[in-house]
């Protein structure tokens, strides 16, 4: 089959997951052209079968602003017409998907081409953020409808497309996944920091998010404040965002200066989640919570907000533990639990490592894409 795969390159699950599927799937004997304005992050060179097709946008003083969904559409029409596609898998709804329909209707209408069928897989903020915003929601919606097949990330995900949008169509849910022979606890993992001598035995408590409101990195603070005044230890935050500044600010008018670490963007997680005790993530929304499967999937026991998709994956109690959004004071209770309890937290972690195993591995999660591209070939136009 001939996929061309259109995503972000930043840093986020979306992009994250989008490059890993196009990995998997050239792995598993498919044509796969990556699109998107630069090399994504989780990029890995030298896969065969696979390309990256750069959308390149040119500046012109009649455009106030980049054109990036005309020039996207026309890398989108160029890559179908040379690469003779199958299928075109937008990852996002706005402007991905728009540009698959732009650009199957221009390829429609030449002669001699037959058009890709178009797929959409949406991750999140493109419904709750960006689909539910009046100046977009018109563009999102009807793009999502005119696509030959949409999947959703989670269960949740879907219901809040229908309730948002108003959407008729059939979606289907397919998990993120991961690497498992990559997202593994490596043994003897140690956090190493150059300006800090690292205290043996010191529980490490994480957070790994970019760093936006709706992650609320100040609950983070107040949970790991309320937690270390009963269990000494160390909050590390792996990530970047608009949010830090003020994370700083609050971790030193709570006189946490020497006990929390901002490392910033980490390419590589495994390593500094195989050191960590437990993941903190007290999301005001989460679509899907790719961030806490990663953690899952390294034996680390994960508390996290009871919203959107999360219950999903995370079994309060047994893989993990949900507390509602607002409550501080019982995540930092669970927190003291966890860390306090070697044994509920090997418990939690096995059963959390297992669960990922079981259900959310590549070999397990990549066949149901292939099994849905079949379907979206074989139905009618």
């Given at each position: ?37 630069e ?11 696979l ?21 996207l ?5 160029r ?17 991905h ?18 058009p ?18 009046p ?20 269960k ?14 059939e ?6 996944f ?9 043994s ?30 100040d ?7 309320r ?29 946490l ?5 901002f ?15 437990l993941?903190?993530?007290p999301?005001?929304?989460e679509?899907?919570g ?6 899952m ?30 409550d501080?004071?019982g995540m ?14 090997a ?5 959390a ?9 590549t ?10 591209y079949n379907e ?5 136009s």
């Open positions: 089959m001939r996929i061309g795969i259109v995503c972000y390159a930043s840093v986020g699950g979306s992009g994250a997951v989008a490059t890993e599927l196009a990995h998997a799937l050239a792995l598993r004997g498919h044509e796969v052209h990556l699109v998107s304005s090399l994504p992050f989780r990029w890995r060179a030298g896969v065969p079968g390309s990256f097709e750069r959308v390149l946008v040119p500046e012109y003083p009649l455009f106030r602003e980049p054109q990036y969904l005309l020039a559409t026309n890398t989108l029409v890559v179908s017409r040379e690469r003779r596609l199958d299928i075109l898998h937008a990852h996002y709804a706005v402007p998907a728009t540009a698959a329909f732009l650009a199957h209707q221009i390829l429609s209408a030449t002669p001699g081409v037959t890709p069928r178009t797929v959409t897989t949406l991750h999140g903020t493109d419904i709750t953020l960006v689909g539910s915003d100046s977009y929601a018109g563009v999102v919606a009807f793009s999502i409808e005119q696509s030959h097949g949409v999947t959703t990330v989670s949740s995900l879907r219901q809040n497309t229908i309730h948002a949008l108003g959407i008729k169509r979606i289907r849910v397919i998990p993120n991961l690497d498992c022979s990559v997202y593994a606890r490596q003897g993992a140690v956090i190493r920091q150059p300006w800090r001598a690292q205290t043996p035995g010191e529980p490490i408590v994480m957070h790994v998010s970019n760093f936006r409101p709706v992650k609320r990195i609950h983070v603070i107040e949970v790991f404040h937690l270390h005044k009963q269990v000494p230890s160390r909050l590390v935050l792996i990530g970047d965002g608009p949010e830090r500044g003020a994370a700083e600010r609050r971790a030193a008018d709570l006189g200066a020497d006990s929390v670490d490392v910033g963007e980490q390419m590589d997680l495994v390593p500094w989640l195989s050191a960590a005790n993941l903190l993530l999301s005001a929304q679509s899907f790719l961030a806490a499967l990663e953690a999937a390294c034996g680390v026991p994960v508390i996290a907000s009871r919203v959107g998709g999360l219950p999903e994956i995370l079994e309060d109690g047994v893989t993990g533990f949900l507390r509602d959004k607002d501080v004071d930092a209770a669970q927190g003291v639990a966890v860390l306090s309890n070697a044994s509920l937290a418990r939690v972690g096995n059963a490592a297992a669960s990922v195993q079981r259900l959310y591995c070999e397990t999660v990549v066949p149901q894409y292939e099994a849905y979206v070939l074989s139905s009618p």
